[in-house]
């Protein structure tokens, strides 16, 4: 669930070429057009989908909306 909602959702974001999260490693590799975004703007749209993204943390409107199973808690 969390890697189709990271790159489901990411992929939209202007300047985004493609999307992929390892699994194993939850890093999410991003291939973007640096005239049409930065690192912090990709780092703050994860963060809004509810995901830390390195030292940007989850907004808690996107955290309390993602799915059960994507939530850090329900892997404990």
């Known amino acids: ?10 992929i939209y974001v202007k300047g985004v070429k493609k999307v992929e999260l ?8 991003v ?3 640096p005239s049409k975004t930065d690192s912090m ?4 749209f994860i ?8 030292d940007v943390p989850a907004t808690k409107e996107g955290y309390d ?4 199973c994507c939530k850090k808690d329900s892997h404990e």
Do not use: F, P, R
């Open 1 to 10: 669930m969390c890697k189709e909602t990271i790159e489901s959702e990411l």
């Open 22 to 29: 390892d699994l194993n490693t939850m890093k999410v590799h």
């Open 31 to 33: 291939d973007y057009v």
């Open 41 to 44: 703007k990709i780092k703050n």
């Open 47 to 54: 963060a809004e989908l509810g995901y830390d993204a390195d």
């Open 65 to 68: 909306n993602l799915h059960e």
